[in-house]
C-alpha cells in the first residue's frame, strides 16, 4: 500500500521481563484478540524471530515502551535500556515512570533521559497503585521536564488502562496538552471506546497524536471504523500513527486488518510512517 518504510509504535518484545506480560501466554483466550497460531517468535520467545517477521512485513523500525507499575507487569528501566543498546538500530525506545511522588517521577524521569539514554517517556497512570489520572499533579514536573527538553511522551488510555472508564476520560488529557503546548504526547489505544471525544482533542490540539493499534486493526470492533474514517480526513490523518500491540496481535494480522480500512496510498503512508515520525521529532534522528 505504501512504498515507504513501516513503522509500528506499538511492540512488546520478547526480551526480558517483557516476557511476563500475559499475552505471551499463546493458550489465553481472553480480550479483544485470540491468536489461531501464535507466531513463533512469541511461541519461542525470540528476539531474532521478531525481527526476521518484521523484515518480511516491511516494517523496518519500531517503538518499545516500557511500563512502570506493578500492578501489571513492571518492565525495569535498566531492562528497556539494555534492549536500547543491544537493539537500537531497529526500535526507538521509551522509559517507563510511575513513582508515587512528584519528585520521585522527575527522577526517574531524568534517570531514563539523562543516564540511560532513552527516546522518550512512557506513563501507565491507571495502572498504579494507587491507579491515577493522566492529569495529576504527581505527572507535572513529568511533563514541565519532557516540554522543555523536547522530549515525546506516550500515555496508556482505555477501559483497560484503569479500575473504570473515568480513567481513560479525554478530558484530562485535553488538560495536560493545553498546561505543556509543546509538549507532543501520543495516547496508546486512543481512549478506546471514547473514541469521538479523543479524536477531538487530537483534531484541536497540535501536540496530541493518536496510537489507536488493536482498537483499529481489530475488523468489526464497534468504534475502530472511527479511526479508520480519521486516517482518511485531511488533518487528522496526520494525527493516527500505526501500531500491531505486538504480541496482543501478530504483526502480520495487525497489519492484515489495518489495509482492510482502504485508506489511500497518501494517508497510509502518513500513518505507517511519518506521523511517527513528526511525533517523536529530534528523538526520530
Known amino acids: 500500500m505504501t512504498r515507504q518504510p513501516i513503522y509500528d509504535a506499538r511492540i512488546r518484545p520478547p526480551f526480558g521481563e517483557f516476557v511476563e506480560l500475559p499475552r505471551y501466554n499463546v493458550k489465553l483466550k481472553q480480550g479483544l484478540v485470540s491468536y489461531k497460531t501464535a507466531p513463533r517468535s512469541v511461541a519461542e520467545r525470540s528476539m531474532d524471530l521478531l525481527i526476521a517477521e518484521m523484515a518480511a512485513l516491511g516494517i523496518e523500525r519500531g517503538l518499545v515502551m516500557g511500563r512502570h507499575t506493578k500492578t501489571n507487569a513492571w518492565i525495569p528501566n535498566e531492562t528497556v535500556a539494555r534492549f536500547r543498546r543491544e537493539h537500537g538500530d531497529r526500535f526507538w525506545v521509551f522509559g517507563g515512570v510511575g513513582e508515587a511522588t512528584p519528585s520521585a517521577n522527575l527522577e526517574e524521569t531524568r534517570l531514563c533521559i539523562e543516564e540511560h539514554g532513552l527516546d522518550g517517556i512512557s506513563l501507565d ?38 479500575p473504570d472508564l473515568s480513567f481513560c476520560e479525554p478530558l484530562g488529557l485535553q488538560r495536560v496538552a493545553m498546561d505543556f503546548e509543546k509538549l507532543r504526547i501520543v495516547v496508546c489505544h486512543a481512549a478506546w471506546p471514547m473514541v469521538t471525544e479523543m479524536l477531538a482533542v487530537a483534531a484541536k490540539l497540535a ?55 482502504g485508506l489511500d496510498e497518501e494517508c497510509a503512508a502518513r500513518v505507517l510512517h511519518s506521523n511517527l515520525l513528526d511525533f517523536l521529532g529530534k528523538a526520530a534522528r
Not at 489520572?133 to 505527572?139: L, N, Q
Not at 501536540?207 to 486516517?231: H, I, S
Open 207 to 261: 501536540n496530541v497524536w493518536l496510537l489507536p493499534d488493536l482498537y483499529m486493526n481489530t475488523p468489526d470492533l464497534p468504534g475502530g471504523e472511527q479511526f479508520v474514517q480519521a486516517g482518511k480526513h485531511p488533518l487528522l490523518s496526520r494525527k493516527i500513527i500505526y501500531g500491531s500491540a505486538y504480541p496482543s496481535q501478530s504483526l502480520e494480522a495487525s497489519l492484515e486488518g489495518f489495509n482492510e480500512g
Open 125 to 162: 497512570p491507571g495502572w498504579l497503585a494507587p491507579p491515577r489520572r493522566v492529569d495529576d499533579p504527581a505527572f507535572y514536573p513529568v511533563y514541565a521536564y519532557c516540554e522543555t527538553n523536547d522530549i515525546p511522551v506516550s500515555v496508556s488510555m482505555s477501559i483497560n488502562s484503569g
